[in-house]
């Protein structure tokens, strides 16, 4: 039984583990912050290791108990795995999820991508200004053009271009110009009225599986490296939800053979459904993906 699957799965789920012997691991919300002038690392979801257990965290032994064997035998599994996974330097190296060293965790790249399915960006960058906002430009260009009109009316004047009604009249419409400039103003594109919608009473359906193009939010109730679990997976939702069509695809970003039961446009629908079928016998959680 791979221990490192189940730590991986509960992990996707956002629940906290707790490893007999090492610590525990949770899933929190890392901040953004600074990291130069130019640059801030946006926020992520990152896992997070605590030495002794975390209140309310299950024992991954639990877990393997849940996946029907005994808990003797489910002792024997982790002691079995964690003797292969610590290494001479005390360090512990969790297959497909990450590193236990000197007390912090280090997720791999199969992790962050599971956990930031939006598949954020290591840093941003960061557009330097000035004190000012990098407007000083924008009031001397604003300056220099109203002495120019200004300048060019004087002349008209002055030269007898236009008489005392047309002089007042290319005054205003000077002080206008130079005003729009001085606010920064803009044109605005004309706005096209859009036909008036037709709303339709869409008749109720049971939840389905979905297939279209773009982002969809997928309600997973499990993925696997073997293909064939997810196929037994299929099966028993299916069983035991008869009003349900689930099926399975291959995460691009893992590899890991996914089981859907339920794909929506929005994540508010996708969280609805989740809700209504989460039960002890079927662990889901949202995941953002374009297939």
Known sequence: MNVSKVIYDALARRQSVVLPGVGSLEVKRRKARRISDTEIQPPANVGVFSEG???GAS?????????GISPDEAWNTYNSWLEGARREDGSVVIDGVGEIRDGHFEGYTELAAMLNPAGEEDTLAM?????????EWIWLLSAILFMVLLFCALWCW??????????????AETDAVAEAVADESVIEEPVVSEPEKVTVDKPVVAPAVTTTSGPMYHVIAGSFRIESNADKLVKKVKAEHPELTPRKFVDPRTGYNMVSIYSAPTEREAYNTMNKYFDVDLYLWVYRITI
């Open 53 to 55: 257990e975390l209140e």
């Open 59 to 67: 024992s991954v032994v639990s877990m393997l108990a849940r996946q």
């Open 158 to 171: 002055k030269n007898g271009v236009f008489d005392a009604a047309t002089a007042d009249r290319a005054n």
């Open 127 to 135: 557009k330097k200004r000035g004190k000012k906002g990098g407007k």
